[in-house]
Nanobody, 124 residues
């Protein structure tokens, strides 16, 4: 199993940037697919981005495409979510998640392990 810990959230203004990190523990980190999801109060969990084991395949939701960039550093067992041009509607708790792969899922129920989440709040 992999344990996941997110960090990097905070309170920013519209147009600002943040970088989220998700540190993983476990020997099989490099063999797993990673995803980012978010959930705003009163809303369903939403797919944000996902990255393949090698980092060569990355998917984004339409709502963040062009503004967010997901990456991974397998040597550091860490994935990142660089968020630029943040909008108030990006306000949510952000979660990273792990799946066995190699298929890169975009549905939350296809991910087995989840972090505790980090809050991102964007003021207008």
């Amino acid at each position: 199993q992999v344990q996941l810990v997110e960090s990097g959230g905070g309170l920013v203004q519209a147009g600002d940037s943040l970088r989220l990190s998700c540190a993983a523990s476990g020997r099989t980190y490099s063999n797993i697919v990673m995803g980012w999801f978010r959930q705003a109060p009163g809303k369903e969990r939403e797919f944000v981005a996902a990255i393949s084991r090698t980092g060569l395949t990355i998917y984004y939701s339409d709502s963040v495409k062009g503004r967010f960039t997901m990456s991974r550093d397998n040597a550091k067992k860490t994935v990142y979510l660089q968020m630029n041009s943040l909008k108030p509607e990006d306000t949510a708790a952000y979660y990273c998640a792990a799946a066995a792969g190699p298929y890169v899922p975009r549905r939350g129920d296809e991910y087995a392990q989840w972090g505790q989440g980090t809050q991102v709040t964007v003021s207008s």
